[in-house]
């Protein structure tokens, strides 16, 4: 199994930074891909990032502002947000695919306003 626990979210004004960081309870090294997604009240939950050892993907509407890392040694995933913007407002949720199953953790709020 996997837990994940996110942090770093909170209130920043549109055109800011934020960057979120993601603690797994074991070696990420073992882990695929882990990324981010967010989810606001009525919608689907959508991807924002994924990484893999060798690789990473972005939705469209973030490339080039946000930027997804990993560091093994820490066990722990980041996403560094730049020029921020109202509608990214979200919950943010830290996600591992491990041994064929999904984990998210529990989110992370971000609300982009001014």
């Known amino acids: 199994q996997v837990q994940l626990l996110e942090s770093g979210g909170g209130l920043v004004q549109p055109g800011g930074s934020l960057r979120l960081s993601c603690a797994a309870s074991r070696n990420i090294f073992s882990i695929y891909v882990m990324g981010w997604y967010r989810q606001t009240p009525g919608k689907e939950r959508e991807l924002v990032a994924h990484i893999t050892s060798s690789s990473t993907n972005y939705a469209d509407s973030v490339k080039d502002r946000f930027t997804i890392s990993r560091d093994n040694p820490k066990n722990t995933v980041y996403l560094q947000m730049n020029s921020l913007k109202p509608e990214g407002t979200a919950n943010y949720y830290c996600?591992?695919?491990?041994?064929?199953?999904?984990?998210w953790g529990q989110g992370t709020q971000v609300t982009i306003s001014s």
């Open positions: 996600y591992a695919r491990f041994a064929l199953r999904d984990y």
